[in-house]
């Protein structure tokens, strides 16, 4: 939710949903209500059912369905410490068959660390609690609580929560909280860096041109070259910042005149470099909304990244670009090396790269980019070339 409106439609769709489901239960307590007096009806024998028993039935057949519909993990232990309870959201996220463990000591069932026995615990010395645990790789949170019976101790049960994307979320959010308070700095920075530099870049031309044609030139070549270098870096630094230049206009344009321009760009080099450069192109005419020029940077970030991938292992890259209902996708494979574990994680933060030269601005720069145009970029190793893979998509414009 970007804005204030979003989170107002967000909330508006989360209370039809509550709305919703409010009516289902209704609707399966009436269900279950109708079926135990059926059964009551049927078999005479039976003690005859008033509308308290059938209440009574009806609501632990529904509980016990919300109980194993839930998303949210439960278990439950008696005073014996014997499971008598595992919900389908608990077994899934233990890897464990609920045949298995129910009528079984958890100890037995499950083998703990000495450490976890939370649910234990409650039994064993009265203590319930929250606590964090990792179980087969998943952040879960687990809260427990004893069960109590006619003023007795009857058991305990935990309730488990996968809280593994909500910590993904809590990081990515702590990672763009510290990128735009360094962003804000950068943009101050860089705009006051590019000033001088324009002014040195002028008056080196100036003297370059009144002066004799000798062996100077070639520093005046040097001098151009890093001054142009450091513009460069500062305009990545502007883009990370979401700094807008004014004499950047959004249009509504085809994005394959953009790759093909990239493309035509790096011809030369691959032809150079013994490059295969293979195109997979679906029939189409994909416009997009945003700026022309700033797309074309990010599609160029990530061919030179392949390119460079290649340095040292393989010789292939592979476009290809198709669209679904709403999105264009490019993709770009390479039979290079690949992304190591480490470099998947730390792809998009800015400063981080494996390279001598590099100054780690290139792919957060490109990720910043697709965002803005309300995109999505993804980095991975192909399956195919088992090279690196990165996947752009971007938003279809509409006439």
């Avoid at 519909?69 to 609920?98: Q, W």
């Avoid at 264009?328 to 494979?333: D, F, G, L, M, R």
Wanted: aromatic residues 8%; hydrophobic residues 40%.
């Amino acid at each position: 939710m970007l804005s204030d409106l979003e989170q107002k439609e967000f909330l508006l769709t989360q209370l039809i949903v509550y709305r919703a489901a409010d009516h289902l239960m209704k609707r399966v307590e009436q269900d279950f209500l109708q079926l135990a007096q059926k059964k009551a009806n049927e078999n005479t024998s039976m003690v005859s059912w008033d509308d308290e028993n059938s209440h009574v039935v009806a609501e632990q057949e529904l509980g016990h369905l919300v109980l194993q519909s839930s998303d949210i993990a439960v278990l439950m232990i008696n005073r014996d410490m014997t499971v008598i309870e595992a919900n389908s959201a608990l077994v899934k996220l233990l890897g464990v068959e609920r045949e298995q463990v129910i009528g079984k000591n958890i100890d037995t069932a499950f083998r703990p660390h000495d450490s976890e026995r939370f649910i234990q615990w409650v039994v064993e010395k009265g203590q319930s609690g929250h606590y964090v645990a990792e179980y087969n790789g998943k952040w879960t949170t687990v809260s427990t609580s004893p069960i109590v019976y006619k003023g007795e101790l009857w058991g305990a049960i935990a309730v488990l929560r996968n809280v593994t994307e909500s910590k993904r979320y809590e990081e990515e959010l702590s990672k763009r909280e510290a990128l735009a308070a360094v962003g804000q700095l950068a943009a101050g920075m860089a705009h006051e860096i590019r000033n001088p530099l324009t002014s040195i870049k002028g008056f080196i031309q100036l003297i370059r041109e009144q002066g004799t044609a000798n062996r100077n030139d070639s520093y005046f070549s040097v001098i151009l070259t890093e001054i142009e270098r450091i513009d460069g870096l500062l305009n990545d630094v502007l883009v990370l910042a979401r700094y807008r230049d004014d004499n950047i206009v959004s249009e509504r344009f085809l994005v394959m005149d953009e790759l093909y321009g990239v493309l035509r760009l790096l011809e030369p080099e691959a032809n150079r470099r013994g490059i295969n450069l293979e195109l997979k192109i679906a029939q189409g005419e994909w416009f997009v909304f945003g700026h022309r020029s700033r797309i074309k940077q990010a599609i160029l970030n990530i061919l030179k990244n392949s390119f460079e991938a290649l340095l040292t292992q393989g010789n292939l890259v592979v476009v290809s670009v198709f669209s679904s209902i709403n999105e264009v996708v490019i993709t770009v494979e390479d039979n290079g090396p690949g992304l190591s574990e480490i470099s998947k994680q730390n792809l998009f933060v800015p400063f981080y790269t494996t390279k001598q030269e590099g100054t780690g601005l290139g792919l957060s720069t490109t990720q910043r980019i697709i965002v803005d145009h309300g995109g999505e970029i993804f980095a991975d190793n192909s399956p195919k070339l088992h090279g690196a893979r990165f996947e752009i998509r971007l938003p279809l414009a509409r006439p």
